[in-house]
């Protein structure tokens, strides 16, 4: 019994305690900052970022966010961002920053003014997958951001639903440029490529599964 324990605490692969029943009511759990994440404020304060951590929650049924952050200011607006683990958060700005920002100027000749996302936490199962069975969303942990689009200084305002396969080939050469980016940077990364379920976003999590779709 006790090797069975001590191979579903190595299962987890985090500091998270083990999952509350779901729809439990969210508690605020006390737990000590782990060295990882201490390092990440500070790689996040280095850079000028401007940040809010946020209390470390269980919301019952797997779904927690601890070590998180709320982004507050980038350099650059992003819409519909909540909490967010703080390697997520440290990935997703050098991104933003050093290869979504270039990529508008160099490929498509104005400045990015904006980032358009459809969130981080959700407490949900992967879908889209028929192989996922009731495996928790990276989502579910704020592991996870969805990117659907970009606003330009120009005005132009490019999206993963339209630009993917648009018949604008610089369109299609700034998306292509940026997913590769992303793929050397987050752990699982999911385009209109991999299922329908991603017609209209980029899927960035940071899990080190080195999975790029």
């Given at each position: 019994m006790a090797l069975t324990l001590l191979l579903a605490a190595c299962g987890r692969g985090d500091d998270r305690p083990p999952p509350r029943p779901v729809g439990a009511k969210p508690v605020t759990l006390n737990l000590p900052t782990s060295r990882d994440t201490q390092a990440c404020f500070a790689d996040l304060s280095r850079e000028q970022v401007r940040y809010s951590p946020l209390p470390d929650r269980d919301y019952g049924g797997g779904c927690q966010v601890t070590g998180s952050v709320q982004l507050i200011d980038i350099g650059v607006?992003?819409?519909?961002?909540?909490?967010?683990?703080?390697?997520?958060?440290?990935?997703?700005?050098?991104?933003?920053?050093?290869?979504?920002?270039?990529?508008?100027?160099?490929?498509?000749?104005?400045?990015?003014?904006?980032?358009?996302?459809?969130?981080?936490?959700?407490?949900?199962?992967?879908?889209?997958?028929?192989?996922?069975?009731?495996?928790?969303?990276?989502?579910?942990?704020?592991?996870?951001?969805?990117?659907?689009?970009?606003?330009?200084?120009?005005?132009?305002?490019?999206?993963?639903?339209?630009?993917?396969?648009?018949?604008?080939?610089?369109?299609?050469?700034?998306?292509?440029?940026?997913h590769a980016s992303a793929c050397k940077r987050f752990g699982t990364v999911l385009s209109p490529d991999y299922n329908a379920a991603h017609a209209n976003h980029l899927h960035l999590e940071d899990d080190h599964a080195r999975f790029c779709r």
């Open positions: 607006p992003v819409t519909n961002l909540k909490g967010m683990r703080c390697g997520l958060a440290r990935t997703f700005v050098a991104w933003t920053r050093h290869a979504v920002a270039p990529a508008a100027r160099q490929i498509l000749g104005s400045d990015l003014v904006r980032v358009e996302s459809f969130g981080t936490y959700a407490c949900r199962n992967v879908i889209g997958s028929a192989t996922a069975g009731n495996r928790l969303s990276g989502h579910a942990i704020a592991n996870a951001v969805d990117i659907s689009g970009f606003v330009l200084a120009d005005g132009r305002r490019i999206t993963v639903l339209d630009g993917w396969r648009s018949g604008d080939a610089d369109v299609r050469e700034f998306l292509q440029t940026i």
